[in-house]
């Protein structure tokens, strides 16, 4: 029974009274699929039965299937504004507009535990279509190990939040999502996260398949890749619409903030980093076997660590989905079973497997163990910054301590400035065995470049730290180093330009993927420094008529007026931005106030160019003082370069992008030899 928002009548319709018992009920039969697929394929591994085995295949259609027909139930009581669903009244409400109605079905813990299911069901499934080379114990063993996850959150969902539980009497209207997220940003956010973080659950799955079965090698690495680097992927994609969003909708005009939250999404794409560069040399040189496993068993479980985080009750945070701690007590069992198993399997397995192949100090290999090194370091130092606040609270009865940008700068960055230097040397240098004086007559132009672009900054800019000027210059460094290996891969400016776009057209895309991601993050390191170190920022109360200065713009204040938008009314400001007299722009923040979610929200105006953005947000003044009476708060910065934060972060996506879709990561996985090459014994 559907009440309608115009009238608050009641409409009789079966279809829409039992739409959500059909989702609950759905979920049910994914949740029998989903025990069946556990247990019957890794039983018909063990007793070499093709048809158990190859129910996997059929079940894991299944489980997408009945999880789908939930979430588009979920979907339909959102759109419909179905106020009997509980889920619904908590997180819509009639006058939303349709975008953030539909957004709110992944909105609310509920909504996204069942986004995360389904994109759980969906890559078992793409695993079961798509996998048809991939050795059929080894497939069974995977999709069973990825059915014992669904099982984690199908029961989870079911016991403890189920998203379809009804209410009576329903209310005339919903209480509305959070303002803060009802924004295009962030109905994106969550499905690009949860795809990434979801998606390093098959690499997952794969690694204690392969520990069950005894067996890793280079085909192994290569079926695992493609997994790893679409959820490598999208959960850069996400993490850097979600800085995005923080960034223009909160109004504190930062992209990032070491909040709790934001870590827990940081630290599966540090270690998903290095377990990309892992499998690498596991596929080319047969080396780093129980490396690769590790790093995608620790992966996951940082993936998981992050839901545990966001719905214990742990944090309050705009990115908190539960405080309820009964909930975060199951996640906690889950935790235990899947990271404790998990461990305890690879400790078991891993002693058993051969090394591989051998190297040298100075190899390819030895710079990307560096690399993993580096990764795995940084990320124990921001798991240490997040976590131990809390272990504190715990210990001290409920003393609060906080651990913010300070700390995470002055030990997160060190850390990192090293691997930088790395990823300019690491391409030069060969498999197993390099010619150090060869690279480092290569990369002496590179050297004096980075240096002269850092002292033409150093000019040009008004002071700044030492800190800063070494990090754009490792910045140029690996611009510079990554633009000079390319070129000489493909002979530029040694020859003909029919030759040069020759041998372009022929390296593989998954060259050219490294390239530009590499040449990405150099980006968004010009962007990370100039947006920290050269930043200009003005808050002050103004009257009309108010005139402001910074970061050479001339800004005046012109006013106030009332305005009101779709579900909220807001105050908009008004701005004329010039410089040297001449007129650029009008800025128009916001200030908005949601009446049914009781709440109000800022919205920025950003002047944006390549050069840097001119930012504003408004806010009531706090001060009761006679002198500021009728005055606003207004916020304006002036920061340098911000936007090659996001043009670095769209090239990292494009390059793995482009590495995806390399021929030979997609179809071209080697054929196992007959000779084992990592054997232990199996089960």
């Not at 995360?116 to 798509?130: E, H, N, P």
């Not at 079911?158 to 209310?171: A, G, M, Q, Y």
């Not at 050297?447 to 730290?465: C, D, R, S």
């Amino acid at each position: 029974m559907v009440r309608t928002a115009q009238s608050g009548e009641f409409i009789e319709g079966v279809d829409d009274q039992m739409t959500p018992e059909v989702g609950h009920f759905a979920l049910a039969l994914a949740l029998a699929l989903a025990l069946v697929q556990s247990v019957l394929p890794i039983l018909g591994a063990k007793r070499r039965n093709i048809l158990w085995m190859q129910s996997a295949r059929w079940s894991a259609f299944g489980q997408v299937l009945f999880v789908t027909v939930a979430f588009l139930a979920l979907m339909q009581a959102f759109i419909t504004s179905d106020f009997t669903v509980k889920n619904v009244v908590e997180n819509s409400n009639s006058l939303k507009p349709m975008l953030y109605k539909v957004a709110g079905t992944w909105g609310s813990h509920e909504g996204s535990l069942l986004l995360w299911t389904l994109i759980l069901t969906v890559f078992g499934a793409a695993v079961a279509l798509f996998g048809s080379n991939i050795p059929q114990a080894l497939k069974a063993r995977t999709l069973s190990v990825q059915a014992w996850i669904s099982v984690g959150f199908l029961t989870f969902m079911l016991f403890t939040s189920n998203p379809f539980d009804r209410v009576f009497p329903p209310p005339s209207d919903g209480q509305d999502l959070n303002p803060l997220l009802q924004d295009v940003g962030l109905a994106m956010h969550p499905p690009l996260l949860y795809f990434g973080y979801v998606g390093f659950s098959i690499v997952f799955s794969f690694a204690v398949a392969a520990l069950i079965e005894g067996r890793v090698d280079a085909a192994w690495a290569r079926w695992v890749r493609p997994w790893t680097l679409a959820a490598w992927m999208s959960l850069t994609a996400g993490i850097a619409l979600g800085s995005w969003w923080a960034y223009y909708e909160l109004g504190w005009g930062g992209w990032w903030f070491w909040d709790p939250v934001e870590n827990v999404s940081f630290m599966p794409w540090l270690m998903g980093t290095a377990l990309l560069h892992s499998a690498i040399v596991t596929e080319k040189r047969d080396a780093f076997k129980s490396w690769t496993i590790l790093l995608a068993i620790l992966t996951f479980s940082l993936s998981l660590l992050g839901t545990f985080v966001v719905r214990s009750g742990l944090l309050t945070s705009v990115h908190a989905f539960a405080v309820d701690p009964e909930r975060g007590l199951y996640i906690l069992g889950l935790l235990a079973v899947s990271i404790g198993g998990s461990l305890a399997l690879f400790a078991w397995r891993a002693p058993m497997m051969e090394p591989g192949g051998l190297f040298k100090p100075i190899s390819r290999e030895a710079g990307l163990l560096v690399n993993n090194l580096i990764l795995t370091t940084a990320t124990g130092v921001v798991l240490f910054g997040t976590l131990y606040p809390l272990f504190y609270e715990a210990m001290t009865g409920g003393e609060k301590l906080s651990v913010g940008p300070p700390f995470f700068n002055a030990a997160f960055i060190p850390v990192m400035l090293p691997l930088v230097f790395a990823m300019g040397c690491g391409p030069f240098l060969s498999w197993k065995r390099a010619d150090l004086p060869g690279v480092l007559q290569r990369l002496r132009f590179v050297a004096l470049l980075a240096v002269l672009g850092t002292l033409a900054v150093w000019y040009l800019a008004e002071g700044g730290p030492v800190l800063g000027y070494l990090s754009l210059m490792l910045a140029f460094w690996l611009f510079m180093a990554t633009v000079r290996e390319w070129t000489m891969r493909i002979k530029l400016f040694e020859g003909p330009v029919s030759t040069s776009w020759r041998r372009a057209s022929n390296l593989p895309r998954s060259a050219h993927g490294m390239t530009l991601a590499h040449a990405g993050l150099a980006v968004a390191m010009f962007g990370f420094i100039g947006s920290t170190v050269w930043k200009s920022e003005e808050i002050m109360f103004v009257q009309p008529g108010a005139d402001i200065s910074i970061g050479g713009f001339d800004v005046r204040f012109n006013g106030v007026e009332r305005v009101r938008g779709p579900n909220y009314f807001a105050d908009r400001g008004e701005l004329t931005v010039s410089r040297d007299g001449k007129y650029l722009t009008d800025l128009f923040p916001e200030r908005r106030t949601y009446p049914v979610a009781q709440s109000t929200t800022t919205e920025s105006a950003i002047r944006s160019t390549l050069a840097g953005d001119l930012y504003a947000s408004i806010a009531n003044p706090a001060s009761e003082d006679a002198s500021t009476q009728g005055a606003w708060t207004l916020r304006i910065l002036y920061e340098p370069l911000v936007n090659f934060i996001w043009i670095g972060s769209a090239m990292l996506v494009l390059g793995g992008g482009l590495s995806l879709s390399d021929r030979r990561l997609r179809v071209g996985a080697p054929r196992r030899k007959a000779a084992v090459t990592a054997r232990v014994p199996a089960e």
